[in-house]
């Protein structure tokens, strides 16, 4: 009786431990599956592994080819805010058209994307570097955030990891990008599909302003009639400027502010001013939603700049692929 007893108390060990190892087991998988998940999203220094010198090589050769545009920094800036408002931030707007595809550049609403040359040479050095590794649209972040911190902004953390997408529409981009009369309402809608409140709306996709141009064609309305929140002495200058009362045209443009080659907080104080080119530049200003973010921002560049910084990441982390979605492309203006 008590062999068997011995034999049964054996046997139950040996099946206590096989379930034991069994577990064990699938706890190991379960944490690898998670940790491939993790591995999926975006992060911070994405590429530590597959490509260390990723972002100083994109930032190195986007610094040797500013000595040849030194507005390129306001280009980079708005490639950045086209290329992730139309489907998501996935190297879209870099899609030459086919057979298949019309490239997002046809649309008139990207009138004026220019300085993809230097996202081309970006992409070269990083292919020579870390062949079909580091994706075009993590390229288009990583310029735009370098752009910023170079032309005197913050220094933006950035995620990376994104993958780039097979298909792009101007159709698309003709709906999704708004217009140069866009109201304070549609700033603030677009931006909350982004998942920005209020304050990194104003900050994000009116903030950038801060650098470059704006073109007659998109404010002729404030200056015949003259909009009276609009400053005369501005007013002035502008109908010189874009040579009105003839029809205002795309190749004739002012400074977006006081000092569009740096990025500051300019911007909002020429607006306290009534000195901003465009429809939602005196809304900002006279909307209650909007007012008060306005003057914290003229007031406290610090703050601007932190909000910025929050909005930009929220930006770019918005609706983009990872993991195995989409594709790493060898040359950015078309698919693999």
Not at 82 to 87: A, F, L, N, S, T
Not at 102 to 114: A, D, K, Q
Not at 241 to 257: G, V, Y
Not at 282 to 309: C, H, I
């Amino acid at each position: 009786m008590s062999t068997s007893n011995s034999s049964m108390s054996g046997l139950y060990l040996y099946v206590f431990i096989g379930l034991f190892l069994i577990l064990l087991s699938c706890t190991k998988v379960y944490a690898l599956e998670n940790k491939a998940q993790h591995d999926e999203r975006l992060r911070i220094n994405f590429y530590q592994s597959s490509c260390p010198n990723a972002e100083s090589i994109a930032r190195q050769t986007l610094l040797s080819n500013l000595l040849l545009d030194p507005t390129a920094p306001a280009a980079l800036l708005r490639l950045v805010f086209h290329d992730c408002q139309v489907q998501g931030c996935d190297g879209s707007i870099l899609l030459q058209s086919t057979s298949s595809i019309t490239s997002e550049l046809v649309s008139e609403r990207n009138f004026g994307i220019r300085r993809l040359d230097f996202i081309d040479r970006i992409k070269a050095a990083l292919e020579a570097a870390c062949p079909n590794t580091v994706s075009c649209a993590d390229i288009i972040v990583m310029a735009a955030s370098n752009s910023v911190a170079i032309a005197g902004g913050p220094n933006i953390p950035i995620e990376t990891g994104r993958r780039d997408t097979r298909f792009s529409s101007n159709l698309m981009a003709d709906k999704e990008l708004p217009s140069a009369t866009i109201s304070v309402s549609d700033l603030l809608q677009i931006g909350g599909t982004k998942g920005l409140d209020t304050g990194d709306s104003v900050a994000i996709l009116a903030g950038a302003h801060t650098l470059g141009v704006g073109h007659c064609i998109n404010f002729a309305n404030r200056l015949q009639p003259q909009d009276p929140s609009l400053s005369p002495p501005l007013a002035a200058a502008l109908n010189l400027i874009c040579r009105l009362p003839a029809p205002a045209t795309n190749l004739t443009f002012a400074a977006n502010d006081l000092t569009n080659l740096i990025f500051d907080n300019q911007y909002f104080r020429d607006l306290q001013g009534g000195r901003g080119l465009l429809t939602i530049d005196s809304e900002l200003m006279k909307d209650p939603r909007t007012q008060g973010f306005v003057n914290r921002f003229a007031a406290d560049q610090n703050f601007f700049f932190q909000k910025f910084s929050e909005a930009f990441v929220k930006l770019t982390r918005s609706n983009v692929l990872t993991g195995t979605q989409g594709e790493i492309r060898n040359n950015c203006k078309a698919v693999n």
